[in-house]
């Protein structure tokens, strides 16, 4: 489930994620600081944009990784994680090295604070 998630995502946000790269080009090789400036908002808008969609996949992988891990056994988790001792706030860091699969990766801090307070870590 997890993994069509990503896909459905990627394939829905491929129009915003073409005119990013496009606009970020585009900003690394024009020298009007005007120019500049109006590449920098508007990719900031389609940022925001992109995030603002994601968030709801974001917080659909987290609560289904809470659900599986809830139904499993330390040992069960330890074999699908690797990790000991697990509990929720390991989620989120979960969830980021599966959104590194996208196509455009957010960073640590974004998905970190998509998530509510009980899946981050310490």
């Known amino acids: 489930m997890i993994r069509e998630l990503i896909i459905t ?7 915003t994620v073409k005119k990013l790269r496009k606009l970020e080009l585009e900003k690394k090789e024009i020298t009007d600081k005007e120019r500049i400036h109006e590449l920098k908002e508007e990719i900031q808008m389609l940022q925001q944009d992109y995030e603002s969609k994601l968030k709801p996949v974001v917080l659909e992988i987290a609560f289904n990784i809470e659900s599986q891990m809830q139904n499993m056994s330390d040992d069960e988790i330890f ?5 000991k001792n697990a509990d929720s706030s390991i989620i989120g ?4 090295n599966i959104c590194q699969k996208l196509e455009r990766q957010p960073s640590h801090k974004v998905i970190l604070e998509m998530m509510p ?3 981050r870590t310490n």
């Open 79 to 83: 074999k699908k994680f690797q990790i």
């Open 117 to 119: 307070e009980k899946f």
């Open 93 to 96: 860091d979960c969830v980021y």
């Open 9 to 15: 995502f990627d394939y829905h946000s491929g129009k």
